[in-house]
T-cell receptor, first 115, second 116 residues
Framework: DQQVKQNSPSLSVQEGRISILNCDYT??????FLWYKKYPAEGPTFLIS?????DKNEDGRFTVFLNKSAKHLSLHIVPSQPGDSAVYFC??????????????FGTGTLLAVQP | DTEVTQTPKHLVMGMTNKKSLKCEQH?????MYWYKQKAKKPPELMFV???????INESVPSRFSPECPNSSLLNLHLHALQPEDSALYLC???????????????FGSGTRLTVV
């Protein structure tokens, strides 16, 4: 059962435009949501997170929006740059046994930013 | 130092071999993790160590044996693996296993394992 889903396996945008990556989840007990970026042959790199009690968090060109009623979050990148081309993973943090968190990852979206 | 270092970067092993993957961090993080990632799939959690004690084992087969000798090191011992175990093995760390949420994990670059 996939608790975190990214339904778009790929996305292509023009440089300078907005990139919107979407993520849906099923477990209402997740306490944080995170976005990671991954280049080939490298580990995922943390980008931005949002608490489940907030609906927006912004960091430079990256903004994450959370819609709890829809169990949906999105990552907006504006303006998009060719260096943003990578696989983006949505992840959700879940309590496990009271004292330990674990991250559950979505399937990823390959973003290609065209010059 | 803000990195998680994994060695080796690539490993090819036979099904009867014994090998070990190593992970090291010097950020003072007290939680360390092993994840497995197959092609076009998300990373899947295998083990969590919190303060050098194993706190989560996600029903991983016993041919994978984790070890945390100290707070900076995490090993994954491999024995009698199958070809389907071929994957990218990622190590990660966080400030505390209860604080993985807002700060995320710091991941290493991974070990690309091929079992022949």
């Amino acid at each position: 059962d996939q608790q975190v889903k990214q339904n778009s396996p790929s996305l292509s945008v023009q440089e300078g435009r907005i990139s919107i990556l979407n993520c849906d989840y099923t477990n209402s007990m997740f306490d944080y949501f995170l976005w990671y970026k991954k280049y080939p042959a490298e580990g995922p790199t943390f980008l931005i997170s949002i608490s489940s009690i907030k609906d927006k968090n912004e960091d430079g060109r990256f903004t994450v929006f959370l819609n709890k009623s829809a169990k949906h979050l999105s990552l907006h990148i504006v303006p998009s740059q060719p260096g943003d081309s990578a696989v983006y993973f949505c992840a959700a943090s879940a309590r496990y046994g009271g004292a330990t968190n674990k991250l559950i990852f979505g399937t990823g979206t390959l973003l290609a930013v065209q010059p | 130092d803000t990195e998680v270092t994994q060695t080796p970067k690539h490993l090819v092993m036979g099904m009867t071999n014994k090998k070990s993957l190593k992970c090291e961090q010097h950020m003072g993080h007290r939680a360390m993790y092993w994840y497995k990632q197959k092609a076009k799939k998300p990373p899947e959690l295998m083990f969590v160590y919190s303060y050098e004690k194993l706190s989560i084992n996600e029903s991983v087969p016993s041919r994978f044996s984790p070890e945390c000798p100290n707070s900076s090191l995490l090993n994954l011992h491999l024995h009698a693996l199958q070809p389907e175990d071929s994957a990218l093995y990622l190590c990660a760390s966080s400030q505390g296993s209860h604080m993985g949420g807002p700060y995320g994990y710091t991941f290493g670059s991974g070990t690309r394992l091929t079992v022949v």
